[in-house]
């Protein structure tokens, strides 16, 4: 089965080719740099370069895949959530060109297509634990199944992705700053800063970023050694992440993932290896850990083959979005 994926939810346009769930071509266009004067993504300004190199990147993808458009089985696109602008370029190019060329259409979740990004290349055991840890997504699932999916918890406020990012701010160190915090984190020899360690009160495995940025914050504004603010932060984000993922595990689990932004943080990889020896950690490569179009061809590959479509002209979704 050879799919065309997009993928739009945010600030990268990012077009991808798979072929059984596998990587023929991927393509992601980024727009850091024209976001970086304002410290985050303006959502106008995100939609309308989407609009600009959207059909380029797609006739890309398709040209270093060797494919033509005659021989695609079909089209997945992200629906949901993300930002609403940046969604509609994506959603509407995919259901365009899906009636154009009579193909069925997929409308993928975007949390949810994070998991199966750890599935390229990786053969899923389960029952498994997905952690999706990103700029705007905090949440824990049980997979028992490709699409059996339970929810177990999530943030309450911030994500951890988020969280980073505007700590990285108040150091100066621009957009997007979470790579730039863990690189400063990495030249303090010693512990960081000693900030608060978080756990939630409750038998649901949420999670909460919210104080933790406030006491960063307080740890600046004292005059504290940047690195070492950077250092602590991240060391509070990670303990909290791994203590609450090591809460939502049960011995019938046979492998926990990791997919989102912020698992590309080699810190975080390191210290859930570390706190369960005995369950193998697969964490989604560089590459596939950011927003991606791969993902999403995987998890509409997945539900293609399990026979679900989507209906041409349903409405985007800039919130939580159920997985069919």
């Not at 608060?196 to 009160?201: G, N, S, T, W, Y």
Request: net charge negative.
């Amino acid at each position: 089965m050879r799919l065309l994926a997009v993928e739009t939810s945010c600030d990268e346009t990012s077009l991808a080719v798979m072929e059984d769930g596998q990587i023929a071509s991927l393509r992601v266009a980024s727009q850091a740099a024209l976001h970086q004067p304002t410290g985050g993504v303006v959502p106008e300004v995100a939609a309308r370069r989407h609009l600009e190199v959207i059909r380029v990147e797609a006739e890309a993808a398709l040209a270093e895949a060797g494919s033509a458009l005659s021989e695609l089985d079909g089209i997945a696109y992200t629906r949901g959530p993300g930002l609403v602008g940046s969604l509609l370029v994506g959603s509407s190019f995919a259901q365009a060109l899906a009636l154009a060329q009579r193909l069925p259409a997929v409308a993928v979740n975007h949390v949810l297509a994070h998991i199966h990004a750890v599935f390229i290349g990786q053969e899923p055991r389960f029952p498994l634990v997905a952690l999706v840890v990103s700029g705007g997504h905090t949440s824990l699932f049980r997979l028992e199944a490709p699409l059996q999916i339970e929810l177990l918890g999530e943030t309450r406020d911030d994500a951890a992705g988020e969280a980073l990012d505007k700590v990285a701010r108040l150091l100066g160190l621009g957009y997007p700053g979470g790579a730039a915090l863990e690189r400063l984190a990495e030249q303090v020899p010693g512990p960081g800063v000693t900030l608060p360690r978080v756990r939630l009160e409750g038998e649901r495995p949420d999670f909460s970023f919210s104080g933790l940025k406030t006491a960063a914050r307080q740890a600046i504004l004292s005059g504290e050694e940047p690195a070492r603010v950077a250092k602590g932060f991240q060391e509070a984000v990670i303990a909290h992440l791994v203590e609450t993922t090591r809460r939502a595990l049960v011995p019938s689990d046979r492998m926990l993932v990791v997919g989102g932004g912020v698992a590309a943080n080699r810190a975080l990889g390191r210290a859930l290896a570390e706190a369960l020896p005995g369950l193998p950690v697969h964490v989604a490569p560089p590459a596939l850990s950011g927003d991606n179009a791969a993902m999403i061809g995987r998890l509409g590959w997945e539900m293609l083959r399990a026979g679900i479509t989507t209906p041409l002209g349903l409405p985007v979704l800039s919130q939580w979005a159920a997985l069919t």
